[in-house]
Protein backbone atom coordinates (compact mmCIF):
# COMPACT_ATOMS: atom_id res chain seq x y z
CA UNK A 1 0.00 0.00 0.00
CA UNK A 2 1.47 3.31 -0.84
CA UNK A 3 2.35 5.92 1.87
CA UNK A 4 -0.36 8.51 2.22
CA UNK A 5 1.52 11.58 1.14
CA UNK A 6 1.44 14.56 4.47
CA UNK A 7 0.48 17.65 3.40
CA UNK A 8 0.61 20.94 6.23
CA UNK A 9 -2.32 22.72 6.97
CA UNK A 10 -1.12 26.43 8.28
CA UNK A 11 -3.98 28.00 8.93
CA UNK A 12 -5.88 25.48 10.38
CA UNK A 13 -5.25 25.16 14.11
CA UNK A 14 -3.56 22.28 15.35
CA UNK A 15 -6.67 20.86 17.21
CA UNK A 16 -8.59 20.59 14.65
CA UNK A 17 -6.12 19.14 12.25
CA UNK A 18 -5.59 16.50 14.97
CA UNK A 19 -9.32 15.63 15.08
CA UNK A 20 -9.55 15.07 11.78
CA UNK A 21 -8.38 11.59 10.13
CA UNK A 22 -6.00 12.89 7.02
CA UNK A 23 -7.18 9.73 4.85
CA UNK A 24 -10.24 10.07 5.78
CA UNK A 25 -10.90 13.63 5.73
CA UNK A 26 -8.50 15.32 3.58
CA UNK A 27 -11.57 17.16 1.45
CA UNK A 28 -12.65 18.54 5.03
CA UNK A 29 -8.89 19.66 5.76
CA UNK A 30 -9.00 21.19 2.37
CA UNK A 31 -12.00 23.41 2.61
CA UNK A 32 -11.02 24.44 6.29
CA UNK A 33 -7.77 25.21 4.47
CA UNK A 34 -9.62 27.49 2.06
CA UNK A 35 -12.04 29.10 4.28
CA UNK A 36 -9.09 29.81 7.00
CA UNK A 37 -6.35 31.72 4.37
CA UNK A 38 -9.47 33.72 3.15
CA UNK A 39 -10.30 34.54 6.98
CA UNK A 40 -6.47 35.34 7.42
CA UNK A 41 -6.43 37.69 4.45
CA UNK A 42 -9.59 39.60 5.94
CA UNK A 43 -8.08 39.64 9.56
CA UNK A 44 -4.48 38.43 9.65
CA UNK A 45 -4.30 39.27 13.67
CA UNK A 46 -7.19 36.40 14.09
CA UNK A 47 -6.21 34.11 17.28
CA UNK A 48 -5.91 30.37 16.97
CA UNK A 49 -9.54 29.72 19.16
CA UNK A 50 -11.41 32.42 17.27
CA UNK A 51 -10.05 30.27 14.40
CA UNK A 52 -11.28 27.11 15.11
CA UNK A 53 -14.32 28.61 16.06
CA UNK A 54 -14.83 30.10 12.82
CA UNK A 55 -13.96 27.07 11.11
CA UNK A 56 -16.78 25.13 13.49
CA UNK A 57 -19.07 27.74 12.58
CA UNK A 58 -18.46 26.92 8.93
CA UNK A 59 -19.22 23.22 9.90
CA UNK A 60 -22.61 24.62 11.21
CA UNK A 61 -21.83 24.23 14.99
CA UNK A 62 -21.36 27.39 16.74
CA UNK A 63 -17.65 26.82 18.65
CA UNK A 64 -14.76 24.29 18.89
CA UNK A 65 -15.91 22.61 21.85
CA UNK A 66 -19.45 21.40 20.14
CA UNK A 67 -17.86 20.32 17.16
CA UNK A 68 -15.76 18.35 18.77
CA UNK A 69 -18.87 16.53 19.75
CA UNK A 70 -20.29 16.17 17.03
CA UNK A 71 -16.98 14.91 15.40
CA UNK A 72 -16.35 11.82 18.31
CA UNK A 73 -20.34 11.16 18.00
CA UNK A 74 -20.08 10.73 14.81
CA UNK A 75 -17.27 8.38 14.99
CA UNK A 76 -19.02 5.91 17.39
CA UNK A 77 -20.34 2.66 16.47
CA UNK A 78 -23.79 2.95 15.30
CA UNK A 79 -26.77 2.75 18.36
CA UNK A 80 -26.62 -0.83 19.44
CA UNK A 81 -30.73 -0.72 19.98
CA UNK A 82 -31.01 0.47 16.38
CA UNK A 83 -28.87 -2.50 15.07
CA UNK A 84 -30.93 -5.13 17.03
CA UNK A 85 -34.02 -3.64 15.71
CA UNK A 86 -33.02 -4.08 12.16
CA UNK A 87 -31.66 -7.66 12.31
CA UNK A 88 -35.04 -8.64 14.61
CA UNK A 89 -36.87 -6.69 11.68
CA UNK A 90 -34.96 -8.67 9.05
CA UNK A 91 -35.26 -12.03 10.46
CA UNK A 92 -39.19 -11.53 10.33
CA UNK A 93 -39.37 -10.89 7.15
CA UNK A 94 -37.22 -13.57 6.48
CA UNK A 95 -39.46 -15.83 9.02
CA UNK A 96 -42.28 -14.77 7.06
CA UNK A 97 -41.13 -15.20 3.32
CA UNK A 98 -39.93 -19.60 4.55
CA UNK A 99 -42.92 -19.38 5.76
CA UNK A 100 -45.05 -18.87 2.72
CA UNK A 101 -42.64 -20.59 0.51
CA UNK A 102 -43.51 -23.85 2.41
CA UNK A 103 -46.85 -23.32 2.75
CA UNK A 104 -46.78 -22.36 -1.46
CA UNK A 105 -44.65 -26.13 -1.78
CA UNK A 106 -47.50 -27.78 0.96
CA UNK A 107 -50.45 -26.45 -1.62
CA UNK A 108 -48.44 -27.29 -4.76
CA UNK A 109 -47.73 -31.31 -3.12
CA UNK A 110 -51.41 -32.02 -1.71
CA UNK A 111 -52.54 -31.26 -5.30
CA UNK A 112 -50.79 -33.54 -6.69
Avoid at 34 to 58: C, F, G, N, T, V
Avoid at 61 to 80: D, I, T, Y
Avoid at 83 to 101: D, K, P, R
Amino acid sequence: MAAVKSRSYPDVPAHIVAELNADRDRDVLARMQHLAEKKRMRQPDISEAEMADYLALAENCQNLEQWLKFRRGAMEPANRRGAIAWALGALAIVALLTTGLIAAIAVSVSGL
